[in-house]
């Protein structure tokens, strides 16, 4: 079972930026797909951004324009960068790491909270 380990985090003023990391204990070329979700209290964990092993990238309409994926090869981490910070993008956002073709080989990270606020 990979270990993913995320940072960048925290609290920031609306049309601010924030960068999150995310590290697999092993070379991120053994997934399918990486990405990162997000869920707030009551609501359904939501797709975010995903880039694929040849490094197809994809991003929700709620961030386009706002939000980019990629991978740091050097250093063996999928990043998300978030500009344009809403109030809105408040959430635990999760690195997720796909293996295979299918949720059931996914594995996940233990979340890190973002906060947009002024």
């Known amino acids: 079972q990979v270990h993913l380990v995320e940072s960048g985090g925290g609290l920031v003023q609306p049309g601010g930026s924030l960068r999150l990391s995310c590290a697999p204990s092993?070379?991120?070329?053994?997934?399918?797909?990486m990405g990162w979700y997000r869920q707030t209290p009551g609501k359904e964990r939501e797709l975010v951004a995903v880039i694929s092993r040849v490094g197809e990238a994809n991003v929700a309409d709620s961030v386009k324009g706002r939000f980019t994926i990629s991978r740091d090869y050097s250093k063996n981490t999928v990043i998300l960068q978030m500009n344009g910070l809403k109030p809105e993008d408040t959430a635990v956002y999760y690195c997720?790491?796909?293996?295979?073709?299918?949720?059931?080989?996914?594995?996940w990270g233990q979340g890190t909270q973002v906060t947009v606020s002024s």
């Open positions: 997720n790491a796909r293996r295979g073709t299918t949720a059931l080989s996914d594995s």
């Open positions: 092993e070379t991120i070329f053994n997934f399918n797909a």
